[in-house]
């Protein structure tokens, strides 16, 4: 196939200055993209700035014949997201590509964690990637092209040291899912990927070089193939999530069983119970495309299955 290239496409990519995001400029400039490198340059916990690991990306894509420009605007607010797209335009006139990657993360388990902490990821994780879009929104709307990748994690999935990190990424998947309904038509594909390296956030290093166990060979680099395909025109799906990382790369999805409608309106708990495992099997589940693709297939099984006696 033709190699995938950026040849006169602009990326921005939030949280790049370490790691996974670091990882996704690299190759978006190596493939031909210029690159805005945004970084508050803070710890894990979203404290404290440092324009420094932005720079560092910057004069390493530089070095290599790139083209980049360094940014350490704190895109949880409003005012530091359209910092980051007006540098951006000044700079190169145009906003083809958006990485929502920026994050950040300390373990906190229920009910220890403080309500100020849920906040603080909802802030940057989800508030983050909702003022990014909505800046760079207008412009790839009137250029009729876009390409947004959002960060979710695996931590959606359930985990008890993931309390605050995976109820905020649920809240990214959401988005993406929604803005991919809106992108519908206008040239716009927005899709997530639920990464799997062992970066600082992780417990490794700034590059995801240093993992251990079930992280062991895990490093940074690996999951950016499958985000830069997503970032390039040829996309072929919106609206998708996928896990990426350790040479391995899967869908993630959202499915729903068969189940079960019951004959008439005397629905009772204990008719729940012996149905239960129709209920469960998830042999002939189904994947909705969107929320009124379900509505519609709600309504048909429900219509399907007319009542044995009057409403």
């Known amino acids: 196939m033709e190699p ?3 040849d006169g496409r602009v990326a921005i990519v939030t949280g790049a200055g370490r790691g996974i995001g670091k990882a996704h400029a690299l190759l978006l400039a190596e493939r031909g993209a210029r690159v805005v490198v945004n970084d508050l340059g803070s ?5 404290g700035s440092d324009r420094g690991p932005a720079e560092h990306v910057v004069a390493t894509i530089r070095a290599a014949g790139g083209e980049a420009v360094a940014d350490a605007s704190d895109i949880a607010s409003a005012e530091g997201a359209a910092h980051l797209v007006r540098r951006a335009l000044d700079a190169y ?82 988005l993406a899912r929604a803005l991919a309904v809106t ?22 290093d700034d590059d995801g ?45 959202v499915g729903e069983t068969e189940g079960y409608v ?16 129709q209920i469960m099997d998830a042999a002939d589940h189904y994947i909705p495309e969107d929320t ?3 509505m519609k297939g709600n309504a048909e099984r429900i219509a399907s299955t007319p009542p044995t006696s009057p409403q």
């Not at 960060?151 to 649920?170: Q, V």
């Not at 993992?211 to 998708?240: F, Q, R």
């Not at 019951?262 to 708990?269: K, L, N, S, W, Y």
Request: with cysteine; proline share 5%.
């Open 4 to 6: 995938i290239r950026f």
């Open 43 to 47: 710890a894990s916990s979203g404290e």
């Open 93 to 174: 006139g145009r906003v083809d590509i958006l990485v929502n990657n920026a994050g950040i993360f300390t373990p906190g388990e229920f009910p220890d964690l403080e309500v100020s902490e849920m906040r603080r990821y909802f802030d940057v994780h989800v508030g983050g990637s909702f003022n990014v879009t909505r800046e760079c929104w207008p412009h790839m709307v009137r250029s009729g092209y876009g390409r947004i990748v959002m960060t979710t994690s695996h931590g959606i999935l359930g985990s008890a040291p993931l309390i605050a990190y995976g109820t905020a990424k649920g809240g990214v998947f959401a």
């Open 183 to 204: 992108g519908r038509g206008l040239g716009i594909t927005v899709n997530s990927i639920a990464p799997v390296a062992a970066t600082r956030l992780a417990g490794g």
């Open 209 to 253: 070089t240093s993992g251990e166990g079930v992280l062991a060979g895990s490093t940074s680099a690996l999951v950016s193939p499958l985000v830069t395909l997503l970032c390039h025109e040829s996309c072929p799906v919106s609206g998708e999530t996928f896990v990426s990382g350790g040479r391995r790369h899967a869908r993630l999805f």
């Open 262 to 277: 019951h004959p008439d309106a005397g629905v009772t708990p204990e008719a729940v119970a012996e149905h239960w495992a």
């Open 292 to 294: 009124d693709a379900w």
